[in-house]
């Protein structure tokens, strides 16, 4: 892959209502190189094994989706996992897997000492696949140093799970209501970076957790690149008004200001 190439990468926003509805965010840790220290949806990078075919076995919903789409939410679905200690999976008789996630097997994953598809294999589960809801997908634009091609995803959450930061990548985890977690943005309480935030609002246009899915599943998706348009009075950085997200120029300088 070329430096200017986008890498694959996966986030879900993880939906409850107890009882107001809100998103479960992560903070990244401040000596990460990407988003150090803002609040993030849990989410990374696609690996090799994501698109593994052993997952057949392991994975409900594998006939629904394309290779890639079958990756995209296996890597999605192991972020969450590394990074808050949610598992989206099944027993076999269709119960919803509740257990605690053992954080030395998550750190083992994230390291790659320990395949994701073997933790599923020993715990006699299996990832749900539809469960995931594409929300949007946003790629990094070309003048970025790190670019990425990322899907977002919307789920409800699992709720005998309880979610915590795995210490390394993110260290802490919290439920925030999105209009919440953008009045922390806005006030600069919290640092969110702009796609981020951008699907915060997007997020926050909906009452409860059914009826983001249903407006996710509902909306045209069209991928988001980022244009940088020279204005007057500096540069700004624009989305297309088809996008969902209505008319957005924001200004370079205040993106900076506020950590991207």
Not at 38 to 51: H, I, Q, S, T, Y
Not at 232 to 246: P, S, T
Request: charged share 25%; hydrophobic share 45%; aromatic share 8%.
């Amino acid at each position: 892959m070329s430096k200017s190439e986008p890498a694959p990468a996966a986030t879900i926003l993880l939906l409850r209502e107890d009882p107001k509805f809100e998103v479960l965010m992560v903070k990244r840790h401040h000596q990460i190189d990407f988003a150090s220290g803002a609040l993030v949806f849990p989410g990374g990078k696609l690996r090799e094994d994501d698109a593994d075919e052993r997952w057949r076995e392991h994975v409900l919903g594998w006939d629904e989706f394309d290779p890639l789409q079958r990756a995209l939410r296996i890597g999605a679905i192991r972020e969450v996992f590394e990074e808050a200690g949610v598992l989206l999976a099944e027993h076999h008789d269709a119960g919803a897997f509740d257990g605690a996630c053992d954080p030395a097997v998550r750190a083992g994953v994230d390291r790659g000492e320990i395949a994701f598809a073997d933790v599923v294999r020993d715990l006699n589960v299996r990832l749900t696949l539809p469960a995931l809801t594409t929300f949007a997908r946003w790629i990094t634009p070309a003048m970025m140093p790190k670019r990425f091609d990322t899907w977002f995803f919307a789920a409800q959450a699992p709720l005998a799970q309880v979610a915590a930061s795995d210490g390394r990548e993110t260290v802490d985890a919290e439920w925030l209501q999105p209009a919440r977690a953008v009045e922390l943005a806005v006030s600069r309480e919290r640092t969110i970076i702009f796609p981020t935030l951008m699907n915060l609002r997007l997020l926050a246009q909906s009452a409860n957790a059914e009826a983001c899915i249903a407006a996710a599943q509902s909306r045209p998706l069209r991928p988001v690149l980022p244009q940088v348009e020279q204005r007057e009075d500096g540069a700004y950085l624009v989305i297309g008004a088809d996008c969902g997200y209505g008319v957005v120029a924001t200004p370079l300088a205040e993106l900076m200001s506020r950590g991207g």
